[in-house]
């Protein structure tokens, strides 16, 4: 029979004002939205994360780098107009600190588009046909710019060592207090499930949301209709293969981001009346027949 653990009375206080130590150490405040988030991972370290990511991205054999001058240089107007307004922006700290650097990927199989800690984006051809326009594009970069500028990377970073951490601990209790392996083992699938469904995931839809509304400021303050976002995901929504319940969902659905960006329109239009309007043309059309850069093919992938 396993023995049971016994911690002395002066000991448990002790290990709850650490912990508390730790999580008040970890905590900052999202400046648009006032939500806590709790963040472990320095800056440094995930721009560090976020640079090597993105060299061992280009150096890949199987990426090709786009050398035509109509998808370069609209990506490149508008992550330029992004990223001033970010420099604009209550992330103006973060902005002016990022070494940014935009590449385009030849890859019109692949709708994705992303930016790392640190300031480094990537834009795969595939995107296009979702966002249309330069106005639609920059609804796209704004989000992914805000995920690195929100540091989302490091808090679902750093709410994974947690929940790993305390996952650990239960395991540990649960081997040590049950006498019944099968039931231990049961009870670690249950909490298992339970930490991805009712913590990890809803934090992954509320970053994505926060990206959301936040990204269609940026766009806005850097001078494209902000309207553009809700066309984007009504064409998302048609191009979709169809997608897991929202609840067991890393994002929200399509009916709820188009909701909610309309929702934060009023706002949104407010900035984009007092900004100098950017020119805004069609994007290139793509042909689909490249090979794809990354596994993922099905789908609208940005995030």
């Not at 890949?60 to 307004?85: F, G, Q, Y």
């Not at 002016?96 to 935009?102: G, R």
């Not at 670690?188 to 509304?213: C, W």
Request: charge should be neutral.
């Amino acid at each position: 029979m396993a023995r049971p653990i016994s911690l002395h009375p002066w000991r448990v206080p002790f290990l709850w004002i650490a912990l508390l130590v730790t999580l008040l150490g970890g905590c900052q405040t999202n400046p648009y939205t006032n939500r806590s988030q709790f963040v472990l991972m320095p800056s440094g370290y995930m721009n560090e994360m976020g640079a090597a990511q993105y060299g061992e991205t280009l150096q890949d054999p199987k990426v090709i780098l786009s050398k035509d001058s109509r998808e370069i240089d609209p990506v490149k107007r508008v992550a330029a107009r992004i990223i001033e307004a970010a420099k604009r922006s209550k992330y103006a700290v973060e902005a002016k600190s990022f070494d940014w650097e935009v590449t385009v990927i030849k890859d019109d199989q692949t709708q994705n588009a992303w930016a790392l800690p640190g300031g480094k984006i990537a834009v795969y051809t595939g995107i296009f046909p979702m966002a249309k326009t330069e106005a639609g594009l920059a609804a796209i970069l704004g989000h992914e710019v805000v995920h690195a500028l929100a540091h989302h990377g490091a808090e679902r970073m750093s709410q994974g060592l947690v929940a790993q951490v305390g996952m650990s601990a239960a395991a540990i209790l649960l081997s040590t207090q049950s006498g019944n392996p099968a039931l231990a083992e049961l009870g670690m699938q249950a909490m298992g499930l339970g930490v991805q469904t009712g913590v990890l995931l809803p934090f992954s839809r509320k970053h994505e949301s926060e990206a959301d509304y936040i990204g269609v400021l940026l766009a806005a303050n850097a001078g494209y209709d902000p309207r553009e976002a809700v066309h984007i995901w009504e064409r998302m929504a048609a191009a979709s293969n169809g997608a897991p319940p929202e609840f067991f969902s890393t994002h929200p659905s399509h009916e709820t981001r188009i909701a909610d960006l309309k929702r934060w329109m009023p706002e949104a239009l407010g900035m984009y009346e007092r900004a100098p309007k950017a020119s805004v043309t069609t994007l290139a059309p793509v042909t689909g027949t490249t090979p794809p850069a990354s596994p993922a093919k099905n789908g609208a992938r940005f995030r």
